[in-house]
């Protein structure tokens, strides 16, 4: 059996408990939010 993160959960944390939206208003910040991203482990030379 595999490990399945709560991916779910965890952006509503992100988006609901942690004001995400409030969090972007910030200086140096501006880019925050929840669009998806590449994953970081792709781009790492092997």
Known sequence: MSYIAPVKDMMFN???LANLEQVAQMP???DAGLRP???CWRNVPS
């Open 14 to 16: 992100i988006q609901h």
């Open 28 to 30: 140096g910040f501006e």
């Open 37 to 39: 991203h590449k994953p």
